[in-house]
């Protein structure tokens, strides 16, 4: 028996299937909007450790170079001033002046002495350019003159403090010359040039010494 056709019966199902499929095919808006606002907040997060450790790594980098130059500084003078001497009265802090009866000076912002080249030296805080440059001048020359050598960096570093604390004594050496010898603490103080917006600690640096030769009476 031949059968009859029915569109019903054949366009039924193929319909019903295309409603299920057109159920799961893609995202709904609202599932959009809660993606990227998820995907923000993670992008928030990451870009901002990202741009703190940047600028971590930057404060740690200007320290390092801060210290370095303070360092370099302090040995530098400190080297120099213990293969010298004093001589005349306005060298190591006036100490040698016969009117003088005090066996110290503490805090002064300068030292100035003798080297081993026979150089009148002077170690001193230069802060006319607002930055503070430890600046080594030989002579009568001012600490601002174009002759100065700075020992630091200002792109560097910022020198708040240069002091020098000078004790002198008498003693007498092997041979048995007696004459004066000088304890020089020398203090710096300064900080990073580059810290952005954060607030860094300074930076203390002090070191002793004492002539490696006597300065006969």
Same mark, same amino acid.
């Given at each position: =028996? ?74 530098? =003078? ?8 004093? *001589? ?92 004066? *010898? ?11 040039? *580059? ?23």
């Amino acid at each position: =028996m031949p059968h009859s056709y029915h569109p019903a019966l054949f366009s039924a199902r193929p319909l019903a299937q295309n409603r299920a499929l057109s159920a799961h095919k893609g995202f709904t808006l609202i599932e959009l909007i809660v993606a990227l606002g998820l995907f923000s907040i993670v992008m928030l997060i990451a870009a901002s450790s990202y741009f703190s450790a940047v600028a971590a790594a930057t404060r740690v980098e200007n320290s390092t170079k801060a210290i370095n130059d303070l360092s370099q500084a302090l040995d530098d =003078m400190a080297n120099e001033i213990r293969n010298g001497r004093c *001589q005349g009265n306005s060298q190591c802090g006036g100490l040698l002046n016969p009117s003088s009866t005090s066996s110290e000076n503490i805090g002064l912002t300068s030292f100035s002495f003798t080297n081993s080249s026979g150089e009148d030296v002077t170690y001193c805080l230069d802060s006319n350019s607002g930055k503070g440059v430890i600046k080594r001048v030989v002579g009568s020359a001012s600490c601002s003159s174009a002759n100065a050598l700075p020992l630091t960096d200002p792109s560097n570093v910022v020198v708040k403090d240069l002091t020098f604390s000078i004790f002198q004594y008498e003693t007498s050496s092997p041979s048995g010359l007696t004459g004066r *010898q000088f304890w020089i603490i020398v203090g710096i103080k300064g900080s990073p040039t *580059q810290v952005g917006s954060a607030s860094v600690n300074p930076i203390y640096l002090e070191t002793g010494l004492t002539f490696r030769q006597l300065t006969l009476q």
